[in-house]
C-alpha cells in the first residue's frame, strides 16, 4: 500500500513538469537584445580574401591625424609593434615588427608597386602616400601573398590602396598645426569624370614641417599623389598611379653622460 501511494504522488508530478517548463519558455521574459551595428571606428572593413588578414579602412583613418604614416596607422592592429622617432611620421627611423619579425622581413606594397628598399630590405613610411589619399590598409601577419611581387616576406606583407577619384568635381584643403612648430598644409584636386570617356584624376600636394623634439634641427616634407582611374563594362577597371617625395630629414644628437 506504502509503495502505491508513492507512485500514485510522482505520476502527477511528472505530468506537470512539461508544463511548467513549457509556461517559462513561452512567457515573455526579459530577454537580452542583440542588435548589430556597422563598425563605427573603420577597424573591421569587410574582407572576401580567402586568408586571415587585419585592415584599417577610411573611417577610421580620417578620425586620426593627418600627419601620421602608414605604420603608425596600423599600430593597433594584431601583432603590430611601431615605434618612431618622431610624433609627425616625418623621420625615416620609423620601425615596424609582426609578432618579433623584423621590417626587413616585411613585404610592402603601395597600389600593387614594391616598396621596400632593394638593398636592406627596408621600407620608409615618410615616402608613402598621404593620409588623406589613403583608402585601405591591409596587413596579413606571417603569411604574405603568394602572387606579392616581392621577396623576404616571412613576416608578413603590409598592402596600401589609394583612394579613387572622386565621380563629381572638387577639392580639399587640410591644414594642421601642432607642437614643437609642427606645420602641415595638404590640398586636393579631383577632376571628376572627364565627359563621356570614363576617365577621373586627382592630384594633391601637401608640405609638412616640425622642429626636433630633441635637440636642434627639424624635417621637412613636400609630397605629390596623382592617380588616374578608369572604369568600364562589369567591374572592369585601369589605374595609373604617381607618388613623389621630397624630404630633409635631420638626426638626433647622441646624448652625453652628461646629458
Do not use: C
Request: charged share 15%; proline share 7%.
Amino acid at each position: 500500500m506504502a509503495v502505491f501511494f508513492r507512485r500514485s504522488i510522482a505520476l502527477p508530478a511528472l505530468l506537470l513538469a512539461p508544463v511548467a517548463h513549457a509556461a517559462s519558455i513561452d512567457a515573455p521574459a526579459a530577454a537580452i537584445l542583440v542588435t548589430g551595428h556597422p563598425d563605427p571606428e573603420g577597424l573591421l572593413p569587410d574582407q572576401t580574401v580567402p586568408q586571415s588578414v587585419s585592415a584599417i579602412a577610411t573611417d577610421f583613418i580620417v578620425k586620426q591625424a593627418p600627419t601620421l604614416n602608414a605604420f603608425q596607422l596600423v599600430n593597433l592592429l594584431p601583432g603590430a609593434n611601431v615605434s618612431s622617432s618622431d610624433p609627425y611620421g616625418l623621420s625615416v627611423s620609423s620601425s615596424l615588427t609582426l609578432r618579433g619579425l623584423g621590417q626587413d622581413e616585411i613585404g610592402v606594397l603601395m597600389e600593387g608597386a614594391p616598396q621596400n628598399d632593394i638593398g636592406y630590405y627596408y621600407a620608409y613610411p615618410s615616402q608613402f602616400a598621404d593620409a588623406e589619399n589613403v583608402r585601405q590598409i591591409t596587413l596579413a601577419q606571417g603569411v604574405a601573398n603568394i602572387a606579392a611581387p616581392l621577396v623576404g616576406t616571412a613576416g608578413g606583407l603590409l598592402s596600401l590602396s589609394l583612394d579613387d577619384p572622386k565621380p563629381r568635381p572638387g577639392g580639399l584643403v587640410d591644414l594642421s598645426l601642432g607642437s614643437y612648430k609642427e606645420a602641415r598644409a595638404f590640398v586636393r584636386f579631383d577632376t571628376g569624370t572627364l565627359g563621356n570617356t570614363g576617365l577621373k584624376a586627382f592630384v594633391s600636394y601637401s608640405f609638412n614641417r616640425a622642429n626636433n623634439w630633441r635637440g636642434a634641427g627639424f624635417d621637412t616634407r613636400q609630397h605629390i599623389d596623382a592617380k588616374l582611374l578608369n572604369e568600364w563594362g562589369d567591374g572592369n577597371r585601369a589605374s595609373l598611379s604617381l607618388s613623389f617625395n621630397d624630404a630633409s630629414t635631420s638626426t638626433y644628437p647622441g646624448p652625453t653622460l652628461a646629458d
